[in-house]
């Protein structure tokens, strides 16, 4: 279809410009209408350049869990202002930081002007609003109380970036040091130990086993070195692509929950979030089987997903939600003990919502306490790499010092 360069007129008189595909100019025209920009002058032109379209790509931003926030806070408060929701989503669109969210709000307005309900307009993005998220913006807009739902999904979101960003805080460290100790020992295989070999083969001495090993796994490195960065690379390419198949992702997802130290705390993030989700669908007014189904994607672990969605069948064969969510033997004790006395108190949500509470400051707990537990592993790595490279290079240095002095 031919491409059209448009300029209009929002309903705040402000100047817009853009480019729209279409089949004709009244097509371009009749979409700008319906989008509440006044068009000026509409001229066909030129499609534009893979060049451009490329560089435009390289600067898009998919929105995340802050434009999210943003947005549900933003909508809450318009909402309960009192502000009609076409008019607050096209107020949002046109002072949010994020083009690429914009852009998607706009289209969310235009599909509210058609006659469709928010819910539905949501779930055609769903790279940005998930199942979880329509489920209780439909629930909302159903019972009346769209601007509560907005405001719980903002503390749920909040909750989610706040637990997410002390992980990341929490793994830095570590890394950062294991990626230096990664970094120092391909320099010295690389460069130090040469030199040393270097001088050894000068006097011909008999070098001790721990010398020969350090310079044959120098000598390896460096005459594979190009085929050791190749294989690395491909075999990182390798597992991004297997990780992005169904069967990878579960295997690596059962993985992390193995990992040692790091493994506990993802399984009781993991937790914290279930409770979480699944207290605020709950409370919202979710059916129990879609807020299952809805949940397990919002979990964001494929295994944990599978083991989530066992629950619904065994609800549907008419068991408790206590007996069912024991059987996957995914749970602790906590949760089962906190859903089977919501079951009996009829407070469900409310129990989860305490457990959620609970796991929160048990994974805060343990993340200020992670580099605790790694530091001694790292000083460790670190010790025996010290002692290998001293007893293979500081010995022979001290034999070929004694030859050179000679006898007394």
Do not use: C
Request: hydrophobic share 50%; charged share 20%.
């Amino acid at each position: 279809m031919p491409h059209f360069a448009y300029r209009g007129r929002d309903r705040k008189g402000e100047a817009i410009d853009g480019l729209l595909e279409a089949p004709s100019a009244e097509a371009v025209a009749a979409e700008l209408q319906n989008a509440g920009i006044v068009p000026v002058d509409i001229r066909e032109t030129a499609p534009p350049k893979p060049a451009g379209e490329f560089l435009r790509r390289l600067r898009r931003r998919k929105p995340g869990l802050v434009d999210l926030i943003q947005f549900s806070r933003q909508l809450h408060t318009l909402l309960r202002a009192g502000v009609p929701i076409v008019r607050a989503l096209q107020g949002l669109a046109d002072n949010i930081d994020n083009p690429d969210f914009a852009e998607i709000l706009r289209e969310v307005t235009r599909d509210l002007e058609s006659g469709h309900d928010l819910a539905t307009a949501l779930a055609r993005h769903p790279g940005v609003f998930n199942d979880l998220f329509v489920s209780l913006v439909r629930v909302g807009e159903q019972t009346g109380r769209l601007d509560e739902a907005l405001l719980r999904l903002s503390f749920y979101l909040e909750r989610e970036k706040d637990t997410r960003d002390r992980i990341k805080s929490a793994l830095r460290y570590p890394l950062f040091v294991i990626t230096a100790i990664a970094v120092a020992m391909i320099i010295i295989n690389l460069f130090v130990i040469p030199t040393f070999a270097a001088v050894f083969a000068k006097f011909h001495a008999e070098l001790p086993w721990q010398t020969q090993l350090l310079l044959a796994v120098s000598n390896f490195m460096i005459h594979w070195k190009w085929w050791l960065l190749g294989g690395a690379v491909l075999a990182l390419y390798a597992a991004r692509l297997y990780v992005k198949t169904p069967q990878g992702r579960l295997l690596w997802d059962r993985l992390k929950l193995r990992l040692p130290l790091v493994g506990r705390i993802l399984h009781e993030t993991l937790l914290g979030r279930f409770a979480n989700a699944f207290g605020m669908t709950l409370r919202s007014g979710v059916p129990l089987l879609q807020a299952i189904t809805v949940v397990s994607r919002a979990v964001d672990n494929t295994w944990v997903e599978r083991h989530i969605l066992q629950m619904r069948g065994g609800i549907e064969l008419g068991e408790s939600l206590t007996r069912t969510a024991a059987e996957t033997g995914m749970f602790t004790p906590l949760v089962l003990q906190m859903i089977a006395v919501g079951e009996e108190t009829g407070a469900v949500d409310e129990m989860l919502e305490n457990v959620a509470e609970f796991y929160d400051r048990e994974v805060d707990y343990q993340l200020k306490n992670l580099s605790s537990a790694i530091e001694p592993i790292l000083i460790i790595v670190i010790g025996a790499m010290v002692l290998i490279l001293a007893l293979g290079v500081f010995l022979p240095m001290w034999d070929l010092a004694q030859v050179v002095k000679g006898p007394q």
